[in-house]
């Protein structure tokens, strides 16, 4: 029997390639190694969960041994982390020191949350949400609680902030930014963004940043950098993602902001791959589902024996904001244009277009989402 295809991960990325490569190929060996219960959830849910009443068993759509059967009795190792890769001779070992040789290795170990440099006696307790283990412990610690600190006012800081308001849940949301994401909106759509929010029940301070967490009796003192306090329940961090490329690296396979690959998703040494949020895509790391998808169907092809470069289309992001429906599909970061922006009362359309009037991105908010499917089929793609 030939050496298997090794899957490092099984969020998104992991589950989709396999389920992908497995429509293709019926019979090479999968193996999945994970060092999270191996079961198949939809991450983006963390984020809208607390207002469907969610735990994280709930989350759970199918367990690892319902994922292994569905994959064609693929192995999942789960709970297991890898001690080591020797790309030459194509062996991972387990920690516990089983070796696995494989035919293909594919890096999808997702990214680490971001910790700011915090101080004080419970900086400790700042969590951040980015798996089932996180939420359950992000859950958990919201019993009795009425105020929460959101740090950072982009996608996802937005999106907990709206969902800690269906818990009743008073959220203040802290950024070091002028204005909420401030990255994916131009400032009249961000302010409507933060304008609905705020009627909604949620708090703002912006220009600040966070310089020490203390307890105070039951609940904690945040100290901003601006040198004022706020009082808090708990503190959560939603200030981003760096890609894990550790054991890549450690692998010698080539890394930058995250494992570096061409478009045919080819890290940089022979028969490795990577794909989703740890994965640097002919220079751009993008931490969403839709990249994954078309990742996963270029990546599953060329393993199975046509390879194939991946293309990204328009790929517009749903920001999960209930009090604020929004939608964004931001221009190129190298992109040179201009915002127009048209609001009214019940929305905003925001369009990027070049100096020759080509549309290169948009923001739509409210009732103006609609537009939606009209605006992607006119902007171009990311990698065609
Ligand atoms: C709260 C939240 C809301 C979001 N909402 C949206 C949204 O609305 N729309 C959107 O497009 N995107 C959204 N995203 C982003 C999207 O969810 C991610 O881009 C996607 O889930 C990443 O999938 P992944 O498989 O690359 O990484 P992950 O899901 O993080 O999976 C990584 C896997 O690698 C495993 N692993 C890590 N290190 C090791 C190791 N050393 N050994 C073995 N296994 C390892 C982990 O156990 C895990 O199984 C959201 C993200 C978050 C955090």
Known sequence: MSHPVVILGTGLAGFTLAREFRKLDKETPLVLVSRDHGGFYSKPMLSNALAGNKTPASLVMKDSDKMSAELGAATIHKG?????????????????????????LVF???????????????????????DLDDYG?????????????VLGAGLIGCEFANDLLSRGISPTVIDLAPRVLPRLLPDAASERLRSKLAEAGASFRFNVSVSRVDRAGAGLKLTLSDGSVLDAGLVLSAVGLRPRTGLAAEAGVRVNRGIVTDRLLSASAPHTHAL??????????????????????????????????????????IVKTPACPTVVCPPALDASGAWTVELTDDGCDARFHSGDGQLLGFALLGAATKQRQALVSQVPGLLV
């Open 137 to 149: 412990r992000f859950s958990e610690r919201l019993d009795g609680v009425t105020s929460v600190a």
């Open 108 to 130: 999808a170990v997702g990214a680490d949350p971001i910790r700011l440099p915090i101080e004080g006696d419970a900086a400790d307790t700042v969590l951040s949400v980015n």
């Open 80 to 104: 297991r982390t890898v001690a080591g890769i020797d790309t030459a001779a194509r062996v991972i070992e387990l920690d516990g020191g089983e070796r696995i040789a494989y035919r293909d």
């Open 276 to 317: 989703g949020d740890c994965a640097e895509v002919d220079g751009h790391t993008l931490p969403y589902v839709m990249p994954i998808m078309q990742q996963a169907r270029a990546l599953a092809a060329t393993l199975a024996g046509n390879a194939t470069p991946v293309v990204y289309p328009p790929m517009p992001v």
